[in-house]
């Protein structure tokens, strides 16, 4: 299964909760491999803290092949990087990449990441985080992934947001990937004390909106785990964030067995 963690906001959590489920997919016992699609290289940081920095194949280099015209190219697989944490794998990003966007796009190289990741069966499970646009590596990865799961903080902008998501979504469905499905709107930051966030939640859900359950809750043990570069699972395992992280991979597989 192939998933993508899709917003054009930022600051949603996109990084936070493609690194998470990918950490619970992989203490499942499923080998895992994060795909870091956003030249700002959070998802990559988190799961490997500064080593990112010695890094000398990344998704960089992957694009940048593509664009050349040799007949023999790497595999896939040596753009990918063992993590600290057992069954769990990166295709690192680094800022370079932003720099290969435009020349991506006017070469109509967005089908390039789907064939890489269909070439890698050992892989049970891939998700994917995605740069806060609808460009050409968020439009890659909607084309290479059977899943979309798109986060979602409650406010009054993301609540009119959703509609057009959805309909982006619709969009690569229809011209490139007929097995894209949104997957799930997962709602983060979620305040179980105040009022707003509920009615907002149950506006989506009266809207037909495929919410998924449970929601994850604010708390600064989230950025206490970027800053030491481990997901929730391996950094608190008993706290009640990982719990949830844990209930909603659950909650996905069991509504895709």
């Keep these: 299964m192939r998933r993508v963690v899709f917003n054009q906001k930022g600051g949603v959590g996109k990084s936070t909760i493609a690194c998470n489920l990918a950490a619970v997919s992989a203490l499942r ?6 795909v870091d ?4 290289g959070n998802a990559t940081h988190y799961l490997l803290g500064e080593k990112d920095a010695a890094l000398d194949k990344t998704l960089a280099d992957f694009f940048d092949a593509m664009l050349g015209f040799g007949f023999f190219k790497d595999s896939p697989d040596v753009y990918i990087h063992p993590t ?4 769990l794998f990166v295709m690192p990003s680094v800022p370079k990449l932003s720099e290969l966007q435009i020349k991506l796009e006017s070469r109509y190289k967005m089908y390039k990441l789907r064939e890489a990741l269909e070439s890698l069966p050992d892989y049970t499970h891939v998700f ?6 609808l460009g050409f590596f968020t439009k890659s990865a909607l084309i290479a992934s059977d899943r979309c799961l798109i986060p979602f903080d409650c406010d009054e902008f993301s609540k009119h947001a959703l509609h057009g998501l959805m309909d982006s979504v619709q969009e690569i469905k229809l011209d490139h990937n007929p097995e894209l499905e949104v997957e799930g709107i997962i709602v983060n930051q979620f305040q179980t004390t105040a009022r707003f966030p509920k009615q907002v939640v149950e506006e989506l859900e009266n809207d037909g909106l495929p919410v998924t359950r449970p929601f ?3 708390t600064v043990k989230i950025r206490e785990s ?3 570069g481990q997901p929730m699972v391996h950094f608190a395992p008993r706290h009640k964030v990982s719990q949830q992280y844990e209930a909603l991979f659950d909650s996905l597989e069991s509504a895709n067995s």
């Excluded at 016992?29 to 994060?34: E, P």
């Excluded at 699609?37 to 700002?40: G, K």
Aim: no cysteine; hydrophobic share 30%.
């Design 226 to 228: 970027h800053h030491v």
């Design 37 to 40: 699609l956003d030249p700002q």
């Design 84 to 87: 600290p944490f057992e069954n």
């Design 29 to 34: 016992g499923n080998r895992t491999l994060l």
């Design 128 to 133: 994917i985080d995605t740069p806060p646009a």
């Design 216 to 218: 994850i809750s604010p």
